[in-house]
């Protein structure tokens, strides 16, 4: 079982930042990448960002990169999503989810967070 916590969520104004965590405890030796999805009112869930814990190779959704950067700190088992000039759009409940490769990517996996909502003033 693997146990994920996000928080820094938060209010902000358009052009503003915010850092999120995802702090993850259990058996996470059978995840292999960590990612987080956003899902607005009335919208799926979409893929926002991943990152491979042992590589640190990153993936990001076309419409976050160069605003959104994922990070991880293996020693603190904590992944982090720095999110930049943000906009009202990006409005939406973060969450964040471990797994394994393209399965992760897609939402395919059984470990997720609570979520952390990220509000964005215009």
């Known amino acids: 079982q693997v146990e994920l916590v996000e928080s820094g969520g938060g209010l902000v104004q358009a052009g503003g930042s915010l850092r999120l965590s995802c702090a993850a405890s259990?058996?996470?030796?059978?995840?292999?990448?960590v990612g987080w999805f956003r899902q607005a009112p009335g919208e799926e869930r979409r893929f926002v960002s991943a990152?491979?814990?042992?590589?640190?190779?990153?993936y990001y959704s076309d419409s976050m990169k160069g605003r959104f950067t994922i990070s991880r700190d293996n020693a603190k088992n904590t992944v982090y999503l720095q999110m930049n000039n943000l906009k009202p759009e990006d409005t939406a409940i973060y969450s964040c989810?471990?797994?394994?490769?393209?399965?992760?990517?897609?939402?395919?996996?059984?470990?997720w967070g609570q979520g952390t909502q990220v509000t964005v003033s215009s």
């Open positions: 989810a471990a797994g394994t490769g393209r399965l992760l990517r897609v939402g395919i996996t059984d470990y």
């Open positions: 259990g058996r996470t030796v059978s995840s292999t990448a």
């Open positions: 990152i491979t814990l042992s590589s640190g190779m990153t």
